[in-house]
């Protein structure tokens, strides 16, 4: 059986005492007063022997005792002996304020017609691949059969579910070993840590399908203007989260209204696509055709050669460079990527699109092998600032 140092709170009218973990606020209960002697009193820290269960820890046995918590130690402030005013006053002069005058601040912040021309010259930067998709909220849950969970506990178990629900098994075992080594700095008896996680454990699963539970009611409410990935993770969670016939009927509930979503989102998918190809947005149009709702689904055909053709298209020894990049970016990710062959290159490829075709080559081989750039994995990107000459 489970040892640990108790320290006695209190003596009630029948006969019971009250006690908590030396030196802690938790765990705490109540013991049967026949298994102490009369010569116990308030204070006295000892060493019991327990037993764990569901709604708390039982004492089984007293094994020995310790002395009485003696008295706090007090310091004794003796001072210096000399006599000094109660109140004393100083005044502090007024820093005088560094750095050049405002005229000359001004003028430093204005550029010369060297550093306005230097700067019309620089490159724009390429701008990340995003989806063109709109996502949808993000899925915000209210805690009610959580809470409901924590408040059935006992009282002196609430407190720990709390710190579970918000940290987790590892991270309220982390807590306990930083709070024990303070114990230790202080010689104070640590708080018992298996106990405490065997509790937790125990707490843990009532818990997960609790939240779970919070998360599918508010997933089901906002069905239609969640993000999807957010309602993909909660029918998922549902294999484990779900054990009762109630939370059953509510996962298989939610399993319906997410296909008939990603139906419906596939459909405005590929109208969009069609959309954008017709008004000659080709970026677009390969950016949305690499973020399908619907996982695995092929686009038409039809659409398939339309974006072929218009990468290929934009894709010409009269192209502007910075198009090249631009184009061959949303190429990147587009189920077309191996398809398109460009009908001309540059004459003189520029280092920044040499580079570019390089950072994507994994993604682009045979494009990239047109300018005799072998797949690399691309570089971690480093954030340095650049540096311009004077």
Do not use: C
Request: hydrophobic share 35%; proline share 6%; no cysteine.
């Amino acid at each position: 059986m489970p040892r640990m140092e108790i320290e006695l709170t209190s003596k009630q009218s029948d006969g019971t005492w009250t006690w908590r973990a030396a030196g802690a606020k938790l765990p705490k209960g109540s013991l049967d007063g026949s298994l102490l002697s009369d010569t116990y009193s308030i204070g006295d820290i000892i060493r019991v022997e327990t037993e764990q269960f569901v709604d708390g820890i039982s004492v089984i046995s007293v094994l020995s005792s310790r002395e009485k918590k003696s008295s706090p130690e007090l310091l004794e402030v003796v001072g210096s002996g000399k006599e000094e005013p109660l109140v004393t006053t100083s005044l502090n002069k007024k820093k005088q304020r560094r750095g050049k005058p405002r005229s000359q601040k001004e003028g430093r912040n204005q550029r010369s017609p060297k550093n306005r021309e230097r700067a019309s010259q620089k490159k724009p930067r390429r701008a990340r691949t995003l989806s063109p998709i709109s996502t949808g909220k993000r899925l915000k849950q209210k805690h009610i059969h959580r809470d409901a969970v924590i408040a059935s506990l006992p009282d002196e178990a609430q407190f720990l579910a709390k710190e579970l629900s918000q940290k987790g098994i590892s991270g309220l075992r982390s807590m306990i070993e930083e709070q024990n080594k303070v114990a230790a700095s202080s010689n104070e008896p640590p708080i018992p840590s298996e106990l405490l996680l065997k509790i937790a454990e125990q707490i843990q699963p009532q818990l997960r399908t609790a939240d779970w539970r919070d998360r599918a009611e508010a997933a089901l409410k906002g069905m239609q203007s969640i993000d999807l990935r957010d309602l993909r993770s909660v029918v998922v969670a549902s294999d484990a989260a779900a054990k009762d016939s109630e939370t059953r009927d509510l996962a298989e509930e939610l399993k319906k209204g997410l296909t008939s979503r990603i139906e419906a989102e596939h459909t405005k998918w590929l109208s969009g696509i069609e959309e954008a190809l017709k008004e000659d947005r080709i970026v677009r149009a390969l950016r949305m055709s690499s973020y399908p709702p619907k996982a695995g689904a092929p686009l038409p055909e039809e659409i398939l050669t339309s974006l072929t053709e218009g990468a290929n298209a934009n894709l010409t020894k009269e192209t502007y460079q910075d198009r090249w990049i631009t184009v061959l970016d949303a190429l990147s990710l587009s189920p077309v990527r191996e398809r398109v062959v460009p009908e001309s290159l540059p004459e003189n490829p520029e280092k920044e699109l040499l580079d570019a075709i390089t950072e994507l080559s994994m993604k682009i081989p045979s494009i990239a092998a047109l300018f005799g750039i072998k797949p690399t994995q691309p570089p971690k990107k480093s954030r340095s600032r650049e540096k311009t000459s004077a």
